[in-house]
């Protein structure tokens, strides 16, 4: 199996000025995967609650997603609430009910054991660390996280840096996590923590990369058409490790093209509500934004 994910499946309930929907499909794991399942085979530990059903189910059956380490549980599956203003970049969280996550214990299945890449998708510190532990080598492991969990369980937190290779997070998470308000020098202050490469999401001003004395700057896809934010960062997590799947090895040329593709599938994702654009998104239109993107920042020499 090429990725192995762990993350959130849930149902989101989302307000923008533009619209609001109830109870759709969501959830960090949800995101990445079908972000990834364009470029290479996925598949995802998490749980879900009785109220999960084969409408949602057929969402990733669909594609080339493994559901084997989907546990089905007992109760609700997690819902997280979310509303936006005009100011996208910038949401207020409405409410998280962890339901079924809060007894979860994560269990890779005994196939899924050696993966390519895994992805430790933004939860408790503590089953990202249960999940590291059950799998063998993978050539690359990235994470995500977030403001919650780097103030309210900072030590699990670092040894779960200590294990990565990638840290992806958003700038204000960046600065949180460093105590740096400088980008430049966040990135320093994370690396000495553990990740070899920080990948800093900014939403509409796009993304940084610094690896070891390597930097790169993307900016976001100018859209017409921006409907709900959610999802992005995990969507582009996905475009990012599903296109460096492919790849033999990570280097510097393979590490900007995979930042494109991520920015690429993360400027489909906003497009709509929830995962409505990626269920239908084909692989002529990602290569077509592709190429848009580099015509967007090509410039001549001196
Ligand atoms: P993003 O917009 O990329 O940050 O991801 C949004 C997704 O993260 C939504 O679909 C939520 O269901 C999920 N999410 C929000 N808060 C949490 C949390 N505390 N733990 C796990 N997943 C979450």
Same mark, same amino acid.
């Given at each position: 199996?090429?990725?192995?994910?762990?993350?959130?499946?849930?149902?989101?309930?989302?307000?923008?000025?533009?619209?609001?929907?109830?109870?759709?499909?969501?959830?960090?794991?949800?995101?990445?995967?079908?972000?990834?399942?364009?470029?290479?085979?996925?598949?995802?530990?998490?749980?879900?609650?009785?109220?999960?059903?084969?409408?949602?189910?057929?969402?990733?059956?669909?594609?080339?997603?493994?559901?084997?380490?989907?546990?089905?549980?007992?109760?609700?599956?997690?819902?997280?609430?979310?509303?936006?203003?005009?100011?996208?970049?910038?949401?207020?969280?409405?409410?998280?009910?962890?339901?079924?996550?809060?007894?979860?214990?994560?269990?890779?299945?005994?196939?899924?054991?050696?993966?390519?890449?895994?992805?430790?998708?933004?939860?408790?510190?503590?089953?990202? %660390? #249960?999940? !590291?532990?059950?799998? *063998?080598?993978?050539?690359?492991?990235? @994470?995500?996280?977030?403001?919650?969990?780097? $103030?309210?369980?900072?030590?699990?937190?670092?040894?779960?840096?200590?294990?990565?290779?990638?840290?992806?997070?958003?700038?204000?998470?960046?600065?949180?996590?460093?105590?740096?308000?400088?980008?430049?020098?966040?990135?320093?202050?994370?690396?000495?923590?553990?990740?070899?490469?920080?990948?800093?999401?900014?939403?509409?001003?796009?993304?940084?990369?610094?690896?070891?004395?390597?930097?790169?700057?993307?900016?976001?896809?100018?859209?017409?058409?921006?409907?709900?934010?959610?999802?992005?960062?995990?969507?582009?997590?996905?475009?990012?490790?599903?296109?460096?799947?492919?790849?033999?090895?990570?280097?510097?040329?393979?590490?900007?093209?995979?930042?494109?593709?991520?920015?690429?599938?993360?400027?489909?994702?906003?497009?709509?509500?929830?995962?409505?654009? %990626? #269920?239908? !998104?084909?692989?002529? *239109?990602?290569?077509?934004?592709?190429? @848009?993107?580099?015509?967007?920042?090509?410039? $001549?020499?001196?």
């Amino acid at each position: 199996m090429a990725i192995l994910a762990v993350g959130s499946v849930a149902f989101d309930t989302v307000r923008t000025p533009f619209g609001r929907a109830d109870d759709i499909l969501g959830g960090a794991a949800t995101y990445f995967s079908l972000a990834a399942a364009q470029f290479t085979d996925v598949s995802i530990v998490a749980v879900v609650g009785q109220d999960f059903g084969e409408r949602e189910r057929k969402v990733f059956a669909d594609r080339r997603i493994d559901l084997t380490g989907l546990q089905q549980s007992k109760g609700k599956t997690f819902r997280w609430g979310g509303e936006y203003s005009y100011e996208l970049n910038d949401r207020t969280t409405l409410f998280t009910e962890l339901n079924v996550f809060e007894s979860f214990q994560p269990k890779v299945p005994e196939a899924h054991r050696r993966p390519d890449i895994l992805f430790l998708g933004n939860i408790h510190p503590r089953l990202q %660390l #249960e999940v !590291l532990r059950q799998v *063998e080598k993978p050539r690359l492991i990235a @994470a995500d996280t977030m403001n919650y969990w780097i $103030e309210g369980t900072p030590k699990e937190l670092r040894a779960v840096l200590e294990g990565v290779d990638v840290l992806l997070v958003n700038d204000a998470e960046a600065r949180e996590l460093s105590g740096e308000f400088n980008l430049v020098r966040a990135a320093e202050k994370i690396k000495a923590m553990g990740p070899k490469m920080l990948v800093v999401k900014r939403g509409e001003y796009g993304v940084l990369l610094f690896n070891e004395h390597h930097r790169f700057a993307a900016p976001a896809y100018p859209l017409e058409t921006v409907f709900d934010p959610t999802g992005a960062g995990d969507t582009f997590a996905g475009g990012f490790l599903g296109y460096l799947a492919q790849q033999s090895s990570v280097d510097n040329d393979a590490l900007r093209q995979a930042i494109i593709f991520g920015s690429t599938l993360g400027s489909f994702c906003v497009e709509d509500f929830g995962t409505r654009r %990626l #269920e239908t !998104l084909t692989r002529e *239109e990602i290569v077509d934004r592709y190429r @848009a993107f580099k015509q967007l920042t090509h410039f $001549e020499d001196l």
